[in-house]
């Protein structure tokens, strides 16, 4: 089992900054990617990026692209969503995902995660 563990949630103003840490633990050994997904009240749960654990490859969703991106500490197998310039449609709850598979393949599907964080608010005033 892998248990993920998000943090770093908030609210700030338009233009502004947050990042949020993404902290894994468990057996940690069988991940191979890192997700980010958000979800709006009344939306359903959408891709923002991804990540491979070795940095091979990050994938970013048109909503993010140019705006975030992400980082690792893998002492601490900690995954870092940075974002900047944020905007009130941003509004969401964000949630880190992982799972066991490599490569770029359904990467953008909510179902293809095994392994998800309990959420935190993002909140972006206008």
């Known amino acids: 089992q892998v248990q993920l563990q998000e943090s770093g949630g908030g609210l700030v103003q338009t233009g502004g900054s947050l990042r949020l840490p993404c902290t894994a633990s468990g057996r940690t050994f069988s991940i191979y990617t890192f997700g980010w997904f958000r979800q709006a009240p009344g939306k359903e749960r959408e891709f923002v990026a991804a990540?491979?654990?070795?940095?091979?490859?990050?994938k970013f969703a048109d909503v993010a692209m140019g705006r975030f991106r992400m980082s690792k500490d893998k002492p601490t197998n900690t995954l870092y969503l940075q974002m900047n310039n944020l905007k009130p449609e941003d509004t969401a709850i964000y949630y880190c995902a992982a799972r066991t598979l490599y490569g770029l393949d359904d990467v953008e599907k909510v179902t293809s995660f095994g392994y998800w964080g309990q959420g935190t608010q993002v909140t972006v005033s206008s």
């Open positions: 990540d491979s654990w070795n940095g091979v490859w990050t």
